[in-house]
């Protein structure tokens, strides 16, 4: 299994671009996550879901969209970017939303100049 | 507010001592806890959980962590550290009845030799 992967590993982008972050897993789990990490301010949810048509908001939503159309990929989507957004970005996926341990990708390092 | 707190920014302790990572939380209910390990430009990986059951969990790496429901606290433990114990470690709690996982903001671990 080669667990949830991310693409791309690194990328900068200007103020007002838009871009997909792409993350995939192959362990047919469906609960995914997105998390941005800032330093000194641990993981912090953005959007999630607990199954292929099914999202929900986490804590810091806003600039940010998803969709799962499948259970194996859920992409996240920058609308305008902004150097707020400038962070580490992990994806997590676990086979439910409650007691069940998280599987996070290498994360994307995104850089909004 | 629902919360998880991870008092010390950083521990550092020699090789062959315990070590101890310290995480309170504040959250209504009986909680899921969870405790991961994060390499430098890595993602985050599962070291243990609890869900229910003996108070004293073990885990990967030889960590086992203690729960205390009177204190609220979920403290890392591990009774020899090895150098390459070294990480960045984060508490995070699920509440029973909620989908989202909260992270405390991390404590660095440095092993000295």
């Known amino acids: 299994n080669a667990g949830v992967t991310q693409t791309p590993k690194f990328q900068v982008l200007k103020t007002g671009q838009s871009m997909t972050l792409q993350c995939a897993q192959d362990m047919n789990h469906e609960y995914m996550s997105w998390y941005r990490q800032d330093p000194g301010m641990g993981l912090r949810l953005i959007h999630y879901?607990?199954?292929?048509?099914?999202?929900d908001q986490g804590e810091v939503p806003n600039g940010y969209n998803v969709s799962r159309s499948t259970t194996e990929d859920f992409p996240l989507r920058l609308l305008s970017a902004a150097p707020s957004q400038t962070s580490v970005y992990f994806c997590?996926?676990?086979?439910?939303?409650?007691?069940?341990?998280?599987?996070f990708g290498p994360g994307t390092r995104l850089t909004v100049t | 507010a629902q919360s998880v707190a991870q008092p010390e920014d950083q521990v550092n302790v020699a090789e062959g001592n315990p070590l101890t990572v310290k995480c309170t939380y504040s959250v209504s209910g009986n909680p899921y806890l969870f405790w991961y390990v994060q390499y430098p430009n890595r993602g985050l990986q599962f070291l243990l959980k609890?869900?229910?059951?003996?108070?004293l969990v073990k885990g990967s790496y030889g960590f086992e962590a203690e729960f205390n429901k009177s204190q609220t606290s979920f403290h890392l433990k591990k009774p020899s550290a090895l150098v390459s114990d070294s990480a960045l470690y984060f508490c995070a709690v699920r509440p029973q009845a909620g989908t989202a996982l909260i992270f405390g903001k991390g404590t660095t671990l440095s092993v000295s030799s």
């Open positions: 879901s607990v199954g292929a048509g099914i999202t």
């Open positions: 997590a996926s676990s086979y439910g939303p409650t007691g069940y341990e998280q599987y």
């Open positions: 609890y869900i229910t059951g003996d108070n």
